[in-house]
């Protein structure tokens, strides 16, 4: 096109407006789903030191609750929070509604629908096992539809702009939305057997590389690269000056999105991952300091020349502190990767707080930030309150420090004490509960924090509420500008990014998912095609029927969220647990139960470890035979039916993924689980201890006395 010259040509201006209602609607539900989420974070802090907080009933047990409180926080009220962010500043940036209202309209529907049923399903038990993924397969779809229809939406409004160049913040909803929904398609593949239940397609290995391939991505493209695109829109804006450096901003979209895919194996250093995948994923961890620290830059060196006005302005506080906590934890992210820091930290209280100096740090306060800087334009009249907006921002600080300290001490203190050894050779603390006694108070602590931080956003969430009553919301905003065909031009300079990327909002698209692709094809396909990746142990041999259920049952009570299945090869842990893992033991795995916390032992070897009477006890009353122990208890496992007319059902699905159950054992397979369901049952009357076979508590004891037991070390 030629370009035309603004002395020549008449410029036509367009009449539009900006829709507020949807803005008004995210962030409504930011604020709901956030207190919920974390209402249940604190409560299931405090279960951690106060067993009797799990209640005694299968739906508020920590291991239901824990996928509840991380789903609410990331999902809705993050998840809220970014889609407030993104409808209001897209249409600004680019200068043109967003393209279609009906598909904002879904975007908000449907994704309050989805976590509505969230939050009914998991206290149900309905999960898939896979952290952060754990909804079932028809919310996965859901998920999937929703998803793209916010994406459709925003590269349409990108085609419709107004302006010849593209903003930074839109790079980034763009490479966010690409992203994430590869990742979710990905590992979301999974064979159903009823509406409620499913099988991951991937196995052992394989699925704990693609899980984590997901997980550390869902951290990355869901939690920093959406709050980095408001970052750039609303941290200026506040600060009334321009991003500190466009060049910047170009290095670090690129380098960021195209490294960030290749970490996700630091999440299984030690375990029986292929080396080759561990040392990629900690290379490419460390190269992330770079372009992480180059946003967190660009961000703070935004206010030079204005940090008079963080001491008055309590936006920039929040955003201060915001950006500080993501180059906080995009420092230790990579630390963490190094091998010899993450044998320290791997399954300790470490991560938590990791994690949690993003999340309430960078996530919560760039939120809440943004909220207090967006209710006065919404509704036409300054903040409510500014001492209680200084309130929430000081109590939620000391909410972060309360709670990220007392974990970082308690994952020092587990690490030390799992591998310290006496003079003469052995554990100092062979009982894992030793730790875990030690650990209460800590336990105290971060619940404690919890509840500050809650406070906050309690208090934020007020004084929002009382600005809003006091104003009225201004539904649409009127804007003029230019059509985008009247203002083309090229300057003689212009830069080569804008040249070829701000103006082509598909070559844009097209190139972000190119460069988050490579990374994800070069970890994945070679553990799927190669099979020397994954050895074949002869030994190991397929689930029983009754074990597979039992299995089952371990999944629904969230059981990997306190315990492993992965002895590392460490002489502390060779000693404590047994014989190190191997890729081998868990071909038939779907989905893998790894974990990656230890809040009680790990389980790999557990099998024929106690007697079956040792473990019916247990769940009925961990306490009874662990003293000091802050496992809740299972009654309804003793109490409920094992449903085994589900049983052929699962062996069908098995045989499709590629366990090796011989043709037409579906119609012997509940014969063959209740007889060992009677043989278990039978033993456990020798122990004085009479229950029938039908129920739940026999399978799980029969999975649990088969872990580890295909392969056995030495006397």
Same mark, same amino acid.
């Given at each position: 096109m ?8 008449t ?5 539009f407006t ?22 249940v974070?604190v ?11 799990n209640?005694?009933t299968?739906?508020t047990t920590?291991?239901?609750?824990r996928?509840l409180?991380?789903n ?5 009220f993050v998840g809220?929070?970014f889609?407030m962010?993104?409808?209001?500043s897209?249409?600004?940036i680019l200068?043109?509604p967003?393209?279609?209202?009906v598909?904002?309209?879904i ?10 049923a969230?939050?009914?399903t998991?206290p149900?038990?309905l999960?898939?096992?896979k952290?952060?993924?754990e909804?079932?397969w ?11 229809a916010?994406l459709?939406?925003l590269?349409?409004?990108?085609v ?7 903003y ?6 763009l490479?966010?939305?690409? +992203?994430?929904a590869m990742?979710?398609v ?15 397609w991937?196995a052992?290995?394989q699925?704990a590389l693609?899980q984590?391939?997901?997980g550390?991505n869902?951290?990355a ?5 959406? #709050?980095l695109?408001?970052m750039y829109?609303?941290l ?8 500190y450096?466009y060049?910047l ?9 195209f490294?960030?895919?290749w970490a ?5 250093? #030690? ?6 995948a ?5 290379v ?11 946003g967190m830059?660009?961000g703070?060196f935004?206010?030079r ?7 008055e302005?309590?936006v920039?506080k929040?955003?201060v502190?915001?950006?500080t906590? #993501?180059?906080m934890a ?7 990767s ?5 044998a ?7 991560i938590?707080?990791?994690?949690h100096?993003?999340?309430l ?7 809440f930030a943004?909220?207090?800087w967006?209710?006065p ?5 300054p ?10 921002f000081?109590?939620g600080?000391l909410g972060?420090i309360?709670?990220a ?6 994952g020092?203190t ?7 050894f006496t003079e003469?050779?052995f554990?100092? #603390?062979?009982?894992f509960?030793?730790t875990? +006694? ?5 336990y ?8 500050l ?9 007020y004084?929002?509420?009382m ?9 649409s905003e009127?804007a003029r500008?230019a059509?985008?065909a ?6 003689a300079n212009e830069?080569w990014?804008s040249?070829?990327f701000?103006r082509?909002?598909?070559?844009? +698209? ?7 692709i490579?990374g994800?094809?070069?970890e ?10 994954v ?5 190991v ?9 039992g ?9 990997? +969220?306190?315990?492993s299945q ?8 060779t ?13 038939y795995d ?10 009680g ?6 099998g024929a ?22 496992m ?9 039916e094992?449903?085994l007319?589900?049983t052929?059902?699962?062996i ?12 037409g054992y579906e119609?012997k397979?509940t014969?063959d689980?209740?007889?060992q ?24 004891i ?5 872990l580890?037991?295909d ?5």
């Amino acid at each position: 096109m030629e370009p035309i010259s603004k002395t020549t040509a008449t410029v036509e201006m367009e009449e539009f407006t900006y829709d507020n209602v949807i803005v008004r609607n995210f962030a409504i539900a930011s604020i709901v789903f956030g207190i919920v989420g974390m209402l249940v974070g604190v409560l299931i802090a405090f279960q951690l030191a106060f067993p009797a907080l799990n209640f005694d009933t299968s739906y508020t047990t920590f291991g239901r609750l824990r996928p509840l409180h991380t789903n609410a926080v990331i999902f809705a009220f993050v998840g809220n929070g970014f889609f407030m962010g993104l409808y209001y500043s897209a249409p600004r940036i680019l200068r043109t509604p967003m393209w279609s209202p009906v598909l904002s309209k879904i975007s908000f529907w449907g994704w309050q629908l989805i976590i509505v049923a969230a939050a009914i399903t998991l206290p149900l038990g309905l999960t898939t096992g896979k952290e952060y993924a754990e909804l079932e397969w028809p919310l996965d779809i859901a998920i999937a539809i929703v998803w793209v229809a916010g994406l459709i939406n925003l590269i349409m409004t990108m085609v419709n702009r107004r302006v010849q160049h593209i903003y930074a913040a839109i790079w980034f909803y763009l490479a966010s939305f690409v +992203t994430v929904a590869m990742l979710h398609v990905v590992n979301s593949v999974e064979l159903p057997i009823s509406l409620t239940k499913s099988y991951s397609w991937y196995a052992g290995v394989q699925d704990a590389l693609v899980q984590w391939w997901y997980g550390h991505n869902a951290v990355a493209f869901f939690l920093t690269t959406p #709050y980095l695109g408001l970052m750039y829109y609303f941290l200026p804006k506040a600060a009334n000056r321009p991003i500190y450096s466009y060049r910047l901003s170009i290095v670090h979209f690129w380098s960021l999105i195209f490294l960030y895919i290749w970490a996700g194996p630091h999440h299984l250093l #030690y375990t029986s991952l292929p080396d080759w995948a561990q040392s990629l994923g900690t290379v490419f961890s460390i190269m992330l300091i770079a372009p992480s620290w180059g946003g967190m830059i660009n961000g703070l060196f935004t206010l030079r020349g204005a940090w008079d006005k963080v001491r008055e302005d309590v936006v920039l506080k929040f955003m201060v502190v915001a950006v500080t906590a #993501y180059g906080m934890a995009t420092f230790e992210g990579p630390m963490l990767s190094l091998k010899n820091v993450n044998a320290i930290a791997h399954y300790t209280d470490w991560i938590v707080a990791h994690v949690h100096v993003g999340a309430l740090g960078w996530n919560g306060f760039m939120t809440f930030a943004i909220m207090y800087w967006l209710f006065p334009r919404l509704y036409g009249r300054p903040l409510y309150s500014l001492k209680l907006a200084n309130f929430h921002f000081w109590i939620g600080t000391l909410g972060i420090i309360f709670y990220a300290v007392p974990m970082y001490w308690a994952g020092w203190t587990q690490s030390s004490m799992w591998k310290e050894f006496t003079e003469e050779g052995f554990l100092k #603390y062979p009982n894992f509960l030793e730790t875990v +006694t030690q650990l209460v108070p800590f336990y105290i602590l971060r619940g404690f924090g919890g509840t500050l931080y809650l406070v906050g956003f309690i208090v934020g969430s007020y004084n929002l509420a009382m600005t809003a009553l006091k104003g009225k919301l201004i539904k649409s905003e009127k804007a003029r500008s230019a059509s985008l065909a009247s203002i083309w031009h090229q300057p003689a300079n212009e830069f080569w990014h804008s040249r070829i990327f701000e103006r082509k909002p598909v070559l844009l +698209t097209v190139i972000a998912l190119v460069a988050v692709i490579i990374g994800g094809v070069i970890e994945l396909v070679p553990t799927f095609m190669v099979e020397s990746n994954v050895p074949t142990i002869e030994s190991v041999k397929p689930y029983s029927p009754l074990e597979l259920q039992g299995r089952d049952i371990y999944v629904r009570e969230g059981c990997y +969220t306190c315990h492993s299945q992965m002895v590392r090869p460490f002489r502390s842990e060779t000693e404590r647990y047994g014989e190190y893992s191997k890729a081998g033991e868990f071909v038939y795995d779907h989905p893998f139960q790894w974990g990656s916390k230890r809040t009680g032992p790990d389980l790999h070897r557990v099998g024929a470890k106690y007697p079956d009477s040792w473990h019916f006890n247990h769940m009925e009353d961990p306490t009874s035979m662990s003293p000091g122990s802050i496992m809740p208890k299972y009654p309804w496992l003793i109490e409920n039916e094992l449903d085994l007319t589900t049983t052929p059902a699962k062996i069908s699905a098995m045989r499709t993924l590629g366990v090796p159950y011989e043709e037409g054992y579906e119609d012997k397979a509940t014969e063959d689980a209740r007889a060992q369901a009677n043989q278990i049952t039978a033993g456990l009357k020798k122990d004085g201890i009479k229950t029938k076979s039908d129920k739940e508590i026999i399978a799980l004891i029969a999975y649990l006395q088969r872990l580890g037991t295909d392969i056995k070390a030495a006397p």
